[in-house]
């Protein structure tokens, strides 16, 4: 039926020391990404753009370290 025993989110929370809704919200996008055909049904991060440390200038960085 698809259906979690009661209590399960629970105890996966008490092992990995989190809210057991975040348990939910985790197991919830892992089952709609296998009902959607993903093979693994992992998540892809949610954060869309631009993220992430933004690229440097080696040589300016060199340059500014030498003054």
Same mark, same amino acid.
Request: glycine share 20%; aromatic share 10%.
């Given at each position: 039926?698809?259906?979690v025993?009661? #209590?399960t989110f629970t105890e996966i929370a008490k092992d990995y020391g989190c809210h057991?809704?975040?348990? $939910?919200r985790i197991w919830?996008?892992?089952?709609?990404?296998v009902a959607l #055909?993903?093979?693994d049904?992992?998540?892809e991060s949610r954060i869309k753009g631009n993220s992430g440390? $933004?690229?440097y200038?080696?040589?300016?960085l060199s340059a500014k370290l030498k003054e």
């Open positions: 039926d698809g259906k025993p009661h #209590g057991w809704l975040s348990i $939910k919830g996008r892992y089952g709609e990404n #055909g993903i093979a049904g992992a998540p440390w $933004k690229p200038d080696r040589s300016k």
